[in-house]
């Protein structure tokens, strides 16, 4: 599973990350199941979904969610009415307008077609805070994961320097370049890897294989937390 890929609503997402290729990439990397996470807003997910059936890739929603500390966080759901909860909660919290300063954010249809143009500041952070941004993704059955923790900016390390206690994340995400035994041993939160793929080319080039019984949220959170026989099974780099 591939759950951390952007598509050109994300403002700094290639052109090129429209559905109908995301998904023909998904295929050619052997990936089961993508995530759809685009910078504070989730308009592409259903076109992405669309352009996915008969394709044998599970697509799930979600977005990549900026809190007021500057913190990047996933926000992963089964249905779109919870997907739909979130964006309405991180709109009415997200100010400013984008001048294209900072990148165009196309809204597509499932052919690949500019529908729209999305005119918020989608690069910005919300007035969120981390705390309540990991709420409410759990009051809505979501998934909750720490972006990029390794990285020198947009992180929950670079940006508080800890991982405050009673922070009930359901995962840490890590970048291909960090060091897997380092927070296997020194973090009390499961550890995984995705992409964060904003080009066609870096799809797949990180994943993570969960042992589950079904291609569900509700089945990678008990994979997270070790339930039954469910885990996480490994961490894929592909280059």
Do not use: W
Not at 82 to 88: G, I, N, V, W
Not at 105 to 134: F, H, K, M, W
Not at 178 to 194: D, H, L, Q
Not at 202 to 208: K, L
Request: aromatic share 6%; glycine share 6%; with cysteine.
């Amino acid at each position: 599973m591939d759950l951390h890929i952007h598509t050109c609503l994300s403002p700094c997402g290639s052109p090129e990350m429209v559905p109908t290729r995301i998904v023909s990439q998904a295929r050619a990397k052997k990936l089961q199941v993508i995530g759809i996470c685009d910078h504070n807003a989730s308009e592409n997910v259903r076109s992405v979904q669309e352009a996915a059936q008969n394709s044998r890739v599970k697509v799930f929603g979600g977005m990549e969610i900026t809190s007021r500390e500057e913190i990047h966080i996933l926000a992963l759901f089964e249905t779109s009415e919870q997907l739909d909860a979130m964006q309405k909660t991180v709109y009415t919290a997200l100010p400013g307008k984008n001048d294209s300063a900072f990148g165009d954010q196309y809204i597509v249809n499932p052919e690949d077609y500019v529908t729209s143009i999305n005119n918020r500041l989608l690069i910005g952070a919300t007035t969120l805070s981390i705390e309540s941004i990991v709420s409410f993704i759990h009051r809505l059955n979501g998934l909750a994961i720490a972006s990029h923790v390794d990285r020198p900016s947009y992180s929950i390390i670079s940006q508080l320097g800890i991982i405050p206690d009673g922070l009930e994340l359901d995962a840490l995400e890590i970048s291909q370049k960090a060091s897997i035994g380092i927070y296997r041993n020194e973090v009390r939160f499961p550890v995984v890897s995705f992409s964060d793929a904003h080009m066609l080319r870096d799809i797949g080039r990180a994943a993570t294989t969960f042992a589950v019984e079904a291609l569900s949220i509700s089945e990678i959170r008990m994979a997270v937390k070790g339930i039954g026989k469910r885990r996480i099974a490994s961490i894929n780099f592909n280059g």
